[in-house]
């Protein structure tokens, strides 16, 4: 089986040899072994747990690279006229966010979804793939941050 101990930044299409297809949770690892779209096993061996995006791929021990893509998922669109107080309270609550012109995207959660219509907010369901903003000081994912 082959090891992939590095992330290859700002893949172009035709470098990448095949896919692997992961939800946000999955995009989201140190150590684990992954199939590729393609079928191939492969281990992924990184110095330190951190959040991988669509865009990268895994640099195999061989010299192949594995791109990134983001799976889709059960997501909830949200909508406000005061759309950047919306966007205040799922922040606070340290929720990932997409953040769009009009909406901001959420993985579903019917808790976060009651409390935002309470706010007024139209929630709809989507199915599609999650990309959130990246953490503060370009540091991926928020996890384990102090205040």
Not at 24 to 36: D, H, P, Q, V, W
Request: contains cysteine; glycine residues 8%.
């Amino acid at each position: 089986m082959h090891i992939a101990q590095t992330i290859e930044y700002h893949l172009h299409e035709d470098t990448a040899r095949d896919s692997v297809t992961l939800d946000y949770e999955a995009r989201f690892l140190r150590r684990k072994k992954l199939t590729s779209d393609g079928g191939e096993a492969f281990l992924v061996e990184l110095a330190e747990t951190r959040s991988v995006n669509e865009g990268e791929g895994f640099q195999l021990d061989d010299g192949r690279v594995i791109a990134v893509r983001a799976a889709s998922e059960p997501l909830l669109v949200v909508r406000h006229a005061n759309l950047l107080r919306i966007a205040w309270h799922i922040g606070n609550r340290h929720t990932p966010c997409q953040i769009c012109e009009d909406h901001v995207l959420i993985r579903d959660d019917p808790v976060l979804q009651t409390m935002l219509e309470q706010l007024g907010a139209s929630v709809t369901s989507l199915t599609a793939p999650f990309r959130p903003e990246g953490g503060a000081y370009g540091h991926g994912r928020t996890h384990g941050h102090e205040h």
